[in-house]
């Protein structure tokens, strides 16, 4: 028994966190909401506006995180400043702050939970996913 902890002990510690995996390019593929059992996809433009990004177009929907901290946005003349930790994903605009949770992230997908609780009603979910270019 003390051999297979001390096995996956090590085997963890090798693994990749999300602070790693989330650094590079990431396009939007996909939305959705969803609401009382219901779920309705979502285009890129209902992102954009969603996520309070009015300056990118649908074909910008790109965001590259930096291993400094720092994620572009389109064609976005400057930078945001993001934190991992754990599952938890935080960008920061001069305007505003984002909290996502991570709910998968590969070497090819990235799919984050937008939390606004303030701006959409009680027991909504949205998940956003992205593809690595």
Known sequence: MVLFVVGMTSLTSCTKDNSDLIIGK??????????????VQMSAADVLAMMELNGLSEDELVFEFKSDGKVYAGDEPGPANYTVDGNKLTVITPETTFQMIITKLTNTTLIVEPQF???MPEGTKAEIQFKRI
């Open 26 to 39: 990431w396009k939007f593929d996909k939305a959705s909401v969803s609401f009382g059992g219901e779920s």
């Open 117 to 119: 609780d303030d701006q």
